[in-house]
């Protein structure tokens, strides 16, 4: 069964923590995105990553890091360096980075800050 | 230059009725217009695309309008449904890979289908 699995699907975060969110693909895709969705705000693009040992920075890249050690997987480490962390976070992959390639989503994990 | 403008914010229809989204790009390089659908609590899925060769792309009851000149765009769902309530995004990219390929959303359509 291909896809994209997120988790946790809720996370509650205390102020000043890192926090790490996972993003596994089994569809055998080059690239995968990390976008944050704020209520009225649409999809904005964290961190993507075209293959494996490479990625760059989105739009709001502040205050975010990641790593992509596998082809399968672009885990996500919220820093404490995030101004305002509490959002719903979507992992995307598709086949190859951009353009006409459908990007595929995770069901989202949604991150709280007490 | 690269903003997708995505109106209106929400939308309530009737069953049975016409639910229209409009778009507007400035970027006259884009290339490539998509729809995503989001049911809460999941993620986006790709609903339906155009390219600027065609003003008009239909998938069952879901069509996309495009208008290069006005650079905009939309989106209509004939025959609505509860099922359809959902929110759209609407996005802009170039057709190319790579980077310069990233899709740039609009800020999202919540739709409510009412029986």
């Known amino acids: 069964d291909g896809g994209i699995t997120q988790s946790p699907k ?17 569809l055998n895709h080059d690239a995968m995105y990390w976008y944050r969705q704020d209520p009225g705000q ?3 693009l964290i961190y993507y990553s075209q293959i494996v040992n490479d990625f760059q920075k989105g739009d709001i890249a502040e205050g975010y890091s990641v790593s992509r050690e596998k082809k399968e997987s672009f885990p ?5 360096a995030q101004k305002n962390p509490t ?25 709280t800050v007490l | 230059q690269q903003q997708v403008k995505q109106s209106p914010q929400s939308l309530i229809v009737q069953k049975g009725g016409i639910s229209i989204i409009n778009c507007a790009y400035e970027n006259t390089a884009f290339d490539y217009f998509p729809w995503y659908q989001q049911f809460p609590g999941k993620g986006p899925a790709l609903l339906i695309a155009i390219r600027p060769d065609v003003s008009e792309k239909k998938e069952g009851r879901f069509t996309i309008s495009f208008n290069k ?4 765009f939309s989106l209509h769902i004939m025959d609505s449904q509860p099922g359809d309530s959902a929110t759209y ?6 057709a190319i890979g790579g980077s310069q390929g990233n ?3 609009g800020k999202g359509t919540k739709l409510s289908v009412k029986p």
Do not use: D, H, W
């Open chain 2, 103 to 105: 899709l740039i959303f």
């Open chain 1, 42 to 44: 649409g999809l904005r």
């Open chain 1, 76 to 80: 996500l480490t919220v820093t404490s």
């Open chain 2, 89 to 94: 995004f609407c996005a802009a990219s170039l």
């Open chain 1, 10 to 26: 809720y996370l509650f975060r205390k102020e000043g923590q890192n926090v790490t969110l996972s993003c596994e693909q089994n």
């Open chain 1, 87 to 111: 959002a719903f976070y979507l992992c995307a992959s598709s086949m190859i980075a951009g353009g006409l390639n459908e990007q595929f989503f995770g069901p989202g994990t949604r991150l």
């Open chain 2, 69 to 72: 000149s006005a650079k905009q």
